[in-house]
């Protein structure tokens, strides 16, 4: 079995999407190449970054034009610096 394992302070974060296609109000289908990428994703794998404040799982948002886009066994991956990594997606409960 093959893995991605990120080196120095690299995360990878999952791109694959689900390939619906978006079709707007009036029908007309948007194709895969006009479609805005994601600044979001899920944590893959951490690399050797010390008291890091993500772990696997996590869904996090990264800069725009950041990382590598990697294709890895048919899944999308995108290996992005820990520093341009800007947020993570915390659940809580409504008040």
Not at 12 to 28: A, R
């Amino acid at each position: 079995m093959k893995e991605l394992v990120p080196v120095n302070q690299h995360v990878v974060l999952d791109l694959s999407d689900d390939n619906t296609e978006q079709v707007t109000s009036s029908g007309i289908i948007i194709p895969d190449t006009a479609k805005e990428k994601p600044s979001w994703a899920r944590v893959v794998a951490i690399g050797n970054i010390e008291n890091s404040e993500i772990a696997v799982n996590d869904l996090v948002v990264f800069k725009k034009y950041s990382g590598t886009e990697v294709e890895f066994e048919g899944k999308t991956y995108l290996l992005i610096p820990y520093a341009d990594l800007l947020a993570k997606v915390v659940e809580t409960e409504s008040i």
